[in-house]
């Protein structure tokens, strides 16, 4: 029990890691509010989440410098893939053939914004670069993307089982599927981070 309660025992170590997801969480939530700016708190989430992966971490700090970083590049894709979802939102709402080609573009679009937030959040490249790489990687790691997708919808399920689980989503709905992410992702950069070396 002793060892259990050290500071670096794995009891102690647990509930950081429990207490830094929660934190990540409420960062990106309180910094998505204005809307405008959700783009640069996913962005900076994904930067904290794999600092934490690669135990790196110092979540305010991280979180801070990756947002102010990116605040103005995020933000432009962000919006930008918004505009274009609504656009084809309604173009798909419209019905018909073109709905359907309208349908598969917005799936397109909610991948790529899997990897380009986490792309934007460790590699300096400009936008049209950045949005590139991603629809690369999107669709040359599909699984992993898709593993990815589905990190999204790990928790949520939990509010057909009960209301009273609805605050394990406030607390974890978007650390625990950025962290998930992480871990996907984590390899792919390691190789890209290895090939910039090397140049």
Same mark, same amino acid.
């Given at each position: 029990?002793?060892?259990?309660?050290?500071?670096?025992?794995?009891? +102690?170590?647990?509930?950081?890691?429990?207490?830094?997801?929660?934190?990540? /969480?409420?960062?990106?939530?309180?910094?998505?509010?204005?809307?405008?700016? +959700?783009?640069?708190?996913?962005?900076?989430?994904?930067?904290?989440?794999?600092?934490? #992966?690669?135990?790196?971490?110092?979540?305010?700090?991280?979180?801070?410098?990756?947002?102010?970083?990116?605040?103005?590049?995020?933000?432009?894709?962000?919006?930008?893939?918004?505009?274009?979802?609504?656009?084809?939102?309604?173009?798909?709402?419209?019905?018909?053939?073109?709905?359907?080609?309208?349908?598969?573009?917005?799936?397109?679009? $909610?991948?790529?914004?899997?990897?380009?937030?986490?792309?934007?959040?460790?590699?300096?490249?400009?936008?049209?670069?950045?949005?590139? /790489?991603?629809?690369?990687?999107?669709?040359?790691?599909?699984?992993?993307?898709?593993?990815?997708?589905?990190?999204?919808?790990?928790?949520?399920?939990?509010?057909? $089982?009960? +209301? /009273?689980? #609805?605050?394990?989503?406030?607390?974890?709905?978007?650390?625990?599927? +950025?962290?998930?992410?992480?871990?996907?992702? /984590?390899?792919?950069?390691?190789?890209?981070?290895?090939?910039?070396?090397?140049?």
């Amino acid at each position: 029990m002793r060892g259990l309660l050290h500071p670096y025992g794995p009891l +102690m170590t647990t509930l950081g890691k429990i207490g830094d997801a929660v934190i990540l /969480n409420l960062l990106v939530l309180l910094f998505s509010l204005p809307v405008v700016t +959700m783009g640069a708190a996913v962005t900076a989430g994904h930067y904290t989440a794999l600092k934490m #992966l690669r135990n790196e971490e110092s979540i305010f700090s991280d979180f801070w410098k990756s947002f102010c970083a990116n605040l103005k590049q995020a933000t432009c894709i962000w919006l930008g893939f918004l505009l274009l979802v609504t656009a084809l939102a309604y173009i798909a709402y419209m019905g018909g053939v073109v709905a359907i080609a309208a349908a598969a573009v917005i799936v397109f679009v $909610i991948l790529v914004s899997l990897w380009v937030f986490p792309v934007l959040s460790k590699f300096v490249d400009s936008t049209s670069h950045i949005i590139r /790489n991603s629809m690369v990687l999107s669709l040359g790691y599909f699984f992993r993307t898709l593993g990815m997708l589905l990190s999204y919808f790990v928790l949520p399920p939990l509010i057909l $089982i009960s +209301m /009273n689980l #609805l605050p394990v989503i406030l607390l974890f709905g978007l650390s625990v599927p +950025m962290l998930i992410s992480a871990m996907l992702y /984590n390899p792919v950069f390691l190789q890209m981070e290895e090939k910039i070396l090397e140049n």
